[in-house]
Protein backbone atom coordinates (compact mmCIF):
# COMPACT_ATOMS: atom_id res chain seq x y z
CA UNK A 1 0.00 0.00 0.00
CA UNK A 2 2.69 2.29 0.96
CA UNK A 3 4.19 1.63 -2.24
CA UNK A 4 1.53 2.08 -4.49
CA UNK A 5 1.52 5.97 -2.89
CA UNK A 6 4.76 6.74 -4.36
CA UNK A 7 3.86 5.85 -8.04
CA UNK A 8 0.24 7.14 -7.63
CA UNK A 9 0.59 10.75 -10.14
CA UNK A 10 2.91 9.21 -12.53
CA UNK A 11 3.22 5.26 -13.03
CA UNK A 12 4.50 3.68 -16.12
CA UNK A 13 1.12 1.94 -16.53
CA UNK A 14 -1.05 5.01 -15.78
CA UNK A 15 -2.89 4.52 -18.75
CA UNK A 16 -4.32 1.11 -17.56
CA UNK A 17 -4.96 2.25 -14.37
CA UNK A 18 -6.94 5.01 -15.69
CA UNK A 19 -8.94 2.46 -17.96
CA UNK A 20 -9.73 0.33 -15.06
CA UNK A 21 -10.71 2.87 -12.76
CA UNK A 22 -13.72 4.46 -15.01
CA UNK A 23 -14.25 0.57 -14.83
CA UNK A 24 -14.25 0.04 -11.41
CA UNK A 25 -16.01 3.39 -10.86
CA UNK A 26 -18.77 2.33 -12.92
CA UNK A 27 -19.08 -0.92 -10.99
CA UNK A 28 -19.60 1.14 -7.83
CA UNK A 29 -22.11 2.82 -9.20
CA UNK A 30 -23.96 -0.22 -10.17
CA UNK A 31 -23.94 -1.20 -6.73
CA UNK A 32 -21.47 -4.04 -8.23
CA UNK A 33 -19.49 -4.67 -5.15
CA UNK A 34 -17.75 -7.75 -6.24
CA UNK A 35 -16.48 -6.42 -9.59
CA UNK A 36 -15.95 -2.62 -8.06
CA UNK A 37 -13.11 -4.41 -5.25
CA UNK A 38 -11.98 -6.98 -8.08
CA UNK A 39 -11.40 -3.70 -10.18
CA UNK A 40 -9.69 -1.54 -7.18
CA UNK A 41 -7.43 -4.81 -6.19
CA UNK A 42 -5.78 -4.96 -9.76
CA UNK A 43 -5.46 -1.38 -9.82
CA UNK A 44 -3.38 -1.67 -6.62
CA UNK A 45 -1.33 -4.42 -8.29
CA UNK A 46 -0.62 -2.03 -11.08
CA UNK A 47 -0.03 0.59 -9.30
CA UNK A 48 3.16 -1.67 -7.65
CA UNK A 49 4.60 -2.14 -11.27
CA UNK A 50 7.50 -0.01 -11.46
CA UNK A 51 7.81 -1.13 -15.40
CA UNK A 52 5.23 -1.12 -18.02
CA UNK A 53 3.13 -4.04 -18.88
CA UNK A 54 3.61 -5.09 -22.41
CA UNK A 55 1.19 -8.27 -23.21
CA UNK A 56 -1.23 -10.39 -21.47
CA UNK A 57 1.72 -12.63 -20.11
CA UNK A 58 3.06 -10.31 -18.27
CA UNK A 59 -0.20 -8.76 -16.88
CA UNK A 60 -1.49 -12.49 -16.10
CA UNK A 61 1.25 -13.08 -13.31
CA UNK A 62 0.88 -9.88 -11.26
CA UNK A 63 -0.66 -11.17 -8.56
CA UNK A 64 -4.61 -10.31 -7.66
CA UNK A 65 -4.77 -9.83 -11.82
CA UNK A 66 -6.64 -12.17 -13.30
CA UNK A 67 -8.10 -13.86 -16.68
CA UNK A 68 -10.49 -11.39 -17.23
CA UNK A 69 -8.49 -7.96 -15.82
CA UNK A 70 -5.39 -9.17 -17.80
CA UNK A 71 -7.59 -9.54 -20.96
CA UNK A 72 -8.80 -5.82 -21.02
CA UNK A 73 -5.05 -4.76 -20.05
CA UNK A 74 -4.19 -6.38 -23.11
CA UNK A 75 -6.80 -4.39 -25.16
CA UNK A 76 -5.70 -1.63 -23.48
CA UNK A 77 -2.10 -2.03 -24.31
CA UNK A 78 -3.08 -2.72 -27.77
CA UNK A 79 -5.92 -0.38 -28.96
CA UNK A 80 -5.31 2.14 -26.19
CA UNK A 81 -8.97 2.13 -24.97
CA UNK A 82 -11.73 -0.43 -23.52
CA UNK A 83 -14.34 -1.25 -26.02
CA UNK A 84 -17.08 -2.38 -23.25
CA UNK A 85 -16.43 1.67 -21.61
CA UNK A 86 -18.79 3.34 -24.61
CA UNK A 87 -21.60 1.20 -23.74
CA UNK A 88 -20.95 2.66 -20.13
CA UNK A 89 -21.38 6.07 -20.82
CA UNK A 90 -24.83 6.81 -21.04
CA UNK A 91 -26.64 5.14 -17.97
CA UNK A 92 -23.03 6.79 -16.20
CA UNK A 93 -23.80 10.04 -17.10
CA UNK A 94 -27.44 9.94 -16.20
CA UNK A 95 -26.77 9.07 -12.89
CA UNK A 96 -23.71 11.03 -12.48
CA UNK A 97 -25.71 14.08 -13.01
CA UNK A 98 -28.51 13.16 -10.53
CA UNK A 99 -25.51 12.49 -7.65
CA UNK A 100 -27.89 9.69 -6.06
CA UNK A 101 -27.69 5.99 -6.57
CA UNK A 102 -28.66 3.70 -9.39
CA UNK A 103 -31.80 2.87 -8.60
CA UNK A 104 -32.91 6.33 -7.55
CA UNK A 105 -31.63 7.71 -11.12
CA UNK A 106 -33.01 5.30 -13.08
CA UNK A 107 -36.57 5.41 -11.09
CA UNK A 108 -36.61 9.29 -11.81
CA UNK A 109 -35.14 8.91 -15.43
CA UNK A 110 -38.21 6.26 -16.33
CA UNK A 111 -40.37 9.40 -14.81
CA UNK A 112 -39.13 11.47 -17.45
CA UNK A 113 -36.66 13.53 -15.30
CA UNK A 114 -33.81 14.93 -17.25
CA UNK A 115 -32.52 18.16 -15.05
CA UNK A 116 -32.18 18.66 -11.97
CA UNK A 117 -35.05 21.74 -12.75
CA UNK A 118 -37.45 18.81 -13.49
CA UNK A 119 -36.29 16.75 -10.18
CA UNK A 120 -36.61 20.11 -7.77
CA UNK A 121 -40.08 20.41 -9.14
CA UNK A 122 -41.28 17.02 -9.29
CA UNK A 123 -39.64 14.88 -6.02
CA UNK A 124 -39.52 15.67 -2.24
CA UNK A 125 -35.97 16.12 -1.74
CA UNK A 126 -33.87 15.73 1.71
CA UNK A 127 -32.70 18.79 2.84
CA UNK A 128 -28.82 16.78 2.44
CA UNK A 129 -30.12 16.13 -1.21
CA UNK A 130 -31.32 19.60 -1.53
CA UNK A 131 -28.13 21.11 -0.89
CA UNK A 132 -26.39 18.46 -3.48
CA UNK A 133 -28.11 19.87 -5.68
CA UNK A 134 -27.44 23.48 -5.32
CA UNK A 135 -23.60 23.33 -5.08
CA UNK A 136 -23.54 20.34 -7.82
CA UNK A 137 -20.47 21.91 -9.42
CA UNK A 138 -18.44 22.49 -6.82
CA UNK A 139 -18.95 19.75 -4.78
CA UNK A 140 -18.05 17.77 -8.27
CA UNK A 141 -14.50 18.82 -7.51
CA UNK A 142 -11.66 17.57 -6.07
CA UNK A 143 -9.93 19.94 -3.52
CA UNK A 144 -6.83 20.93 -3.69
CA UNK A 145 -4.60 19.63 -1.05
CA UNK A 146 -3.00 23.34 -0.10
CA UNK A 147 -6.47 24.24 0.53
CA UNK A 148 -7.17 21.41 2.58
CA UNK A 149 -3.91 22.26 4.76
CA UNK A 150 -5.46 25.88 4.77
CA UNK A 151 -9.07 24.88 6.05
CA UNK A 152 -7.88 22.54 8.41
CA UNK A 153 -5.20 25.13 10.25
CA UNK A 154 -8.71 27.20 10.46
CA UNK A 155 -10.44 24.53 12.36
CA UNK A 156 -7.67 23.98 14.21
CA UNK A 157 -7.32 27.71 15.52
CA UNK A 158 -10.69 27.75 16.40
CA UNK A 159 -10.19 24.37 18.25
CA UNK A 160 -7.63 25.75 19.96
CA UNK A 161 -9.80 28.96 21.09
CA UNK A 162 -12.39 26.36 22.20
CA UNK A 163 -10.19 24.44 24.59
CA UNK A 164 -6.00 24.40 23.96
CA UNK A 165 -6.36 20.89 24.71
CA UNK A 166 -8.34 19.79 21.49
CA UNK A 167 -6.86 18.17 19.23
CA UNK A 168 -7.33 17.87 14.94
CA UNK A 169 -5.60 15.67 12.63
CA UNK A 170 -7.17 15.54 9.10
CA UNK A 171 -6.79 12.20 8.29
CA UNK A 172 -8.51 10.46 4.96
CA UNK A 173 -6.55 11.12 1.56
CA UNK A 174 -4.83 13.99 3.17
CA UNK A 175 -2.97 12.26 5.21
CA UNK A 176 -1.99 9.49 2.90
CA UNK A 177 -0.28 12.81 0.47
CA UNK A 178 -3.01 12.82 -2.17
CA UNK A 179 -2.56 15.62 -4.09
CA UNK A 180 -6.00 16.19 -4.01
CA UNK A 181 -8.64 15.45 -1.60
CA UNK A 182 -12.34 14.17 -2.43
CA UNK A 183 -13.28 15.88 0.79
CA UNK A 184 -11.69 16.72 4.18
CA UNK A 185 -11.72 14.42 6.98
CA UNK A 186 -10.70 15.66 10.44
CA UNK A 187 -10.45 13.97 13.74
CA UNK A 188 -11.02 15.65 16.85
CA UNK A 189 -9.75 14.24 20.18
CA UNK A 190 -9.16 15.83 23.75
CA UNK A 191 -5.67 15.50 24.63
CA UNK A 192 -5.81 12.84 27.60
CA UNK A 193 -9.62 12.66 28.27
CA UNK A 194 -9.63 8.91 28.03
CA UNK A 195 -12.87 7.30 27.83
CA UNK A 196 -15.19 9.77 27.19
CA UNK A 197 -15.82 12.60 24.35
CA UNK A 198 -16.18 15.86 25.24
CA UNK A 199 -19.61 16.61 23.05
CA UNK A 200 -19.43 20.28 24.54
CA UNK A 201 -15.67 21.07 22.69
CA UNK A 202 -16.83 19.24 19.51
CA UNK A 203 -20.32 21.36 19.23
CA UNK A 204 -18.69 24.72 20.46
CA UNK A 205 -16.18 24.41 18.00
CA UNK A 206 -19.01 23.40 15.55
CA UNK A 207 -20.51 26.89 16.71
CA UNK A 208 -17.38 28.98 16.00
CA UNK A 209 -16.51 27.40 12.80
CA UNK A 210 -20.12 28.60 11.59
CA UNK A 211 -19.79 32.10 12.91
CA UNK A 212 -16.91 32.45 11.28
CA UNK A 213 -18.77 31.50 8.24
CA UNK A 214 -16.36 28.14 7.29
CA UNK A 215 -19.02 26.06 7.97
CA UNK A 216 -21.35 27.18 5.37
CA UNK A 217 -23.98 23.92 5.21
CA UNK A 218 -24.95 21.05 7.77
CA UNK A 219 -25.67 17.69 6.26
CA UNK A 220 -26.05 16.07 9.70
CA UNK A 221 -28.63 17.08 12.37
CA UNK A 222 -27.05 18.70 15.04
CA UNK A 223 -27.46 16.54 18.29
CA UNK A 224 -26.06 16.98 21.31
CA UNK A 225 -24.34 13.76 21.62
CA UNK A 226 -23.52 13.60 17.57
CA UNK A 227 -19.75 12.29 16.99
CA UNK A 228 -20.02 12.84 13.84
CA UNK A 229 -20.10 15.76 11.62
CA UNK A 230 -20.94 16.36 7.71
CA UNK A 231 -21.45 19.52 6.19
CA UNK A 232 -20.10 21.84 3.81
CA UNK A 233 -17.40 24.48 4.19
CA UNK A 234 -16.00 27.26 2.02
CA UNK A 235 -12.80 29.53 2.26
CA UNK A 236 -13.93 33.00 1.67
CA UNK A 237 -14.58 33.38 -2.15
CA UNK A 238 -13.47 29.84 -2.35
CA UNK A 239 -15.47 26.93 -3.63
CA UNK A 240 -18.23 24.68 -1.52
CA UNK A 241 -15.91 21.82 -0.21
CA UNK A 242 -17.77 18.71 1.69
CA UNK A 243 -16.30 18.84 5.41
CA UNK A 244 -16.49 15.37 7.61
CA UNK A 245 -15.37 15.70 11.62
CA UNK A 246 -15.47 13.18 14.33
CA UNK A 247 -14.98 13.29 18.10
CA UNK A 248 -13.38 10.27 19.43
CA UNK A 249 -11.81 9.82 23.23
CA UNK A 250 -8.15 10.26 23.28
CA UNK A 251 -7.81 6.32 24.22
CA UNK A 252 -9.17 5.46 21.02
CA UNK A 253 -7.45 7.83 18.88
CA UNK A 254 -4.78 5.25 17.44
CA UNK A 255 -7.37 3.22 16.57
CA UNK A 256 -9.18 6.16 15.16
CA UNK A 257 -6.14 7.40 13.35
CA UNK A 258 -5.71 4.01 11.25
CA UNK A 259 -9.11 3.71 10.56
CA UNK A 260 -9.57 7.21 9.25
CA UNK A 261 -6.52 7.14 7.45
CA UNK A 262 -7.64 4.43 5.07
CA UNK A 263 -7.85 3.78 2.35
CA UNK A 264 -10.97 1.52 2.03
CA UNK A 265 -9.16 -1.53 0.52
CA UNK A 266 -6.56 -1.09 2.78
CA UNK A 267 -8.58 -1.30 5.96
CA UNK A 268 -10.18 -4.20 4.46
CA UNK A 269 -7.06 -5.88 4.22
CA UNK A 270 -5.69 -5.20 7.71
CA UNK A 271 -9.03 -6.39 9.17
CA UNK A 272 -8.77 -9.13 7.31
CA UNK A 273 -5.71 -10.35 9.05
CA UNK A 274 -6.25 -9.88 12.31
CA UNK A 275 -9.36 -11.72 11.46
CA UNK A 276 -7.38 -14.19 10.58
CA UNK A 277 -5.18 -14.00 13.53
CA UNK A 278 -8.51 -14.70 15.53
CA UNK A 279 -8.68 -10.75 16.71
CA UNK A 280 -11.05 -8.04 15.78
CA UNK A 281 -9.97 -4.67 14.42
CA UNK A 282 -12.52 -1.51 14.31
CA UNK A 283 -12.42 2.16 14.71
CA UNK A 284 -12.21 1.62 18.54
CA UNK A 285 -9.31 -0.91 18.57
CA UNK A 286 -7.75 -4.03 18.45
CA UNK A 287 -9.41 -7.36 20.13
CA UNK A 288 -7.74 -10.82 20.60
CA UNK A 289 -9.38 -13.99 21.44
CA UNK A 290 -12.22 -12.90 19.31
CA UNK A 291 -14.98 -16.62 18.99
CA UNK A 292 -16.62 -16.27 15.84
CA UNK A 293 -19.82 -18.53 14.86
CA UNK A 294 -20.42 -18.14 11.25
CA UNK A 295 -19.47 -15.09 9.96
CA UNK A 296 -20.46 -13.59 13.10
CA UNK A 297 -18.94 -12.73 16.93
CA UNK A 298 -19.40 -14.86 19.69
CA UNK A 299 -17.83 -12.76 22.17
CA UNK A 300 -15.69 -9.32 21.93
CA UNK A 301 -13.07 -10.41 23.50
CA UNK A 302 -9.85 -8.76 24.85
CA UNK A 303 -8.85 -5.47 24.07
CA UNK A 304 -4.87 -4.85 22.87
CA UNK A 305 -4.62 -2.38 21.73
CA UNK A 306 -5.69 1.40 20.48
CA UNK A 307 -4.16 4.59 21.90
CA UNK A 308 -1.33 4.30 19.16
CA UNK A 309 -1.01 3.12 15.36
CA UNK A 310 2.07 1.84 16.36
CA UNK A 311 0.58 -0.71 19.18
CA UNK A 312 -1.81 -1.73 16.77
CA UNK A 313 0.76 -3.07 14.29
CA UNK A 314 3.22 -4.28 16.61
CA UNK A 315 -0.05 -6.62 17.84
CA UNK A 316 -0.79 -7.18 14.70
CA UNK A 317 3.11 -7.91 13.50
CA UNK A 318 3.08 -5.65 10.65
CA UNK A 319 5.71 -3.19 10.70
CA UNK A 320 4.91 0.31 11.13
CA UNK A 321 6.06 3.23 8.86
N1 LIG B 1 -13.38 4.47 5.07
C1 LIG B 1 -13.47 3.09 5.05
N2 LIG B 1 -14.45 2.47 4.34
C2 LIG B 1 -15.35 3.18 3.65
C3 LIG B 1 -15.28 4.59 3.66
C4 LIG B 1 -14.28 5.21 4.38
O1 LIG B 1 -12.65 2.41 5.67
N3 LIG B 1 -16.31 2.55 2.97
C5 LIG B 1 -12.28 5.13 5.82
C6 LIG B 1 -11.03 5.07 4.99
C7 LIG B 1 -10.99 6.38 4.33
C8 LIG B 1 -11.57 7.30 5.41
O2 LIG B 1 -12.56 6.50 6.05
O3 LIG B 1 -9.71 6.76 3.94
C9 LIG B 1 -12.15 8.58 4.87
O4 LIG B 1 -13.20 8.30 3.94
P1 LIG B 1 -13.44 9.14 2.64
O5 LIG B 1 -14.66 8.61 2.01
O6 LIG B 1 -13.39 10.59 2.93
O7 LIG B 1 -12.24 8.69 1.67
P2 LIG B 1 -10.78 9.27 1.45
O8 LIG B 1 -10.53 10.45 2.32
O9 LIG B 1 -9.85 8.12 1.56
O10 LIG B 1 -10.81 9.72 -0.08
P3 LIG B 1 -11.42 11.07 -0.70
O11 LIG B 1 -10.26 11.87 -1.19
O12 LIG B 1 -12.26 10.60 -1.84
O13 LIG B 1 -12.21 11.75 0.35
MG1 LIG C 1 -11.89 11.98 2.41
MN1 LIG D 1 -14.87 11.70 4.18
Redesign the pocket.
Same mark, same amino acid.
Given at each position: FVSSMQFEENNPNQLIIDKLKVLSNHYQRMKDEWRTLSYRKAITAIKNQKEPITSYKEAIKIPGIGHRTAEKIAEIINTGNLKRLQHFSEGDEIIKKFGVGASTAMKWYAKGYRTFDDIIKNVKLTHAQRIGIEYFDDLQE $?IPRDEVTEISKRVKEAACKVDPDLSCTT????I $?G?P??? +?I?ILVTKNGLDGKKDYGAFSKLLDILHEQGLLTHDLTQREETSSKYFGLCRLPGGKHRRI +?MFIVPFNELGAALL????? +?IF?RSIRLLAKKKKMNLNHHGLYKNVSRGHNTKLNKGILIAQRTEKEIFDALGVPWR
Open positions: $RVGSY $RRTCG +DD +DSFTGN +DN
